[in-house]
């Protein structure tokens, strides 16, 4: 789960989960589409952030094609959050 990745990666036992109205994110998002401010939140984001859940299957694509990833969800998250901070985002 996408959740426990981040708190791993976070060295944290816990992490407060607020979830957000897709109606909410669709109001911010085109609101500061007009507005001469910088937003990671566009619209395009919102569209993918509102699916409940994504699912693949690493081994199916593995099975059907031969690729074998070399990245998953913790290597991802983990890049990510080294990333963010980098950024001085977290």
Aim: with cysteine.
């Amino acid at each position: 789960m996408l959740i426990n990745s981040i708190k791993k990666s976070l060295n944290k036992s816990f992490l407060i989960y607020i979830p957000i109205p897709n109606t909410i994110l669709k109001i911010v998002a085109n609101i500061t589409s007009v507005l001469p401010i910088s937003s990671r939140l566009t619209k395009d984001k919102v569209n993918e952030l509102i699916p409940m859940t994504w699912t693949c299957s690493n081994a199916k694509l593995t099975q059907q094609t031969g690729f074998i990833p070399s990245w998953d969800i913790d290597k991802t998250v983990l890049e990510t959050i080294k990333d963010y901070k980098k950024r001085n985002w977290l």
